[in-house]
């Protein structure tokens, strides 16, 4: 003889599994060749953006493609986006620069002789999303553009 409901589990209801402390992961897949400008000198870069997001990135091997990488981040639903923000932000810089001096400033680093630094508005900063403060590679304000060439 059986009692009802003894020994039955119930999972909570999505509502309770969605809130507070959900954990999610993303992948984004890029060119091999920007792996490096992600990373930063001594992984500067990625650990800037585990620092300021708090999300885990990891770079890895592409699945079926060995002219990419992935780009594995895991956190919070708000960690990724700012994450996936600083990365595409890091991406674009380093796709805006050629050449081998190009690739160091994906951080502002390296910012003399012939470059474009601060030659562009930051986008990211008129949108009040930019996390490279005054490290960043492009303008914050009319008043820090600079002129492009030498």
Request: net charge positive; proline share 5%.
């Amino acid at each position: 003889m059986s009692r009802g409901g003894m020994g039955r589990y119930e999972p909570p209801p999505p509502a309770m599994a969605a809130g507070f402390g959900a954990s999610a992961t993303a992948k984004i897949s890029i060119n091999a060749s920007l792996a490096g400008a992600i990373i930063g000198k001594n992984g500067v870069n990625s650990k800037q953006i585990c620092r300021l997001t708090g999300a885990k990135l990891s770079i890895r091997d592409h699945e079926s493609d060995p002219s990419l990488r992935n780009i594995e981040l895991e956190g919070s639903f708000e960690q990724i986006q700012q994450a996936s923000a600083m990365v595409r932000e890091l991406i674009g810089n380093a796709g805006s620069s050629s050449g081998p001096a190009g690739r160091n400033n994906a951080m502002g680093h390296h910012h003399h002789g012939r470059s474009n630094f601060k030659t562009k508005l930051c986008d990211n900063f008129t949108k009040g999303t930019c996390t490279f403060g005054e490290r960043c590679h492009f303008a914050h304000g009319a008043d820090e553009l600079h002129k492009s060439g030498p």
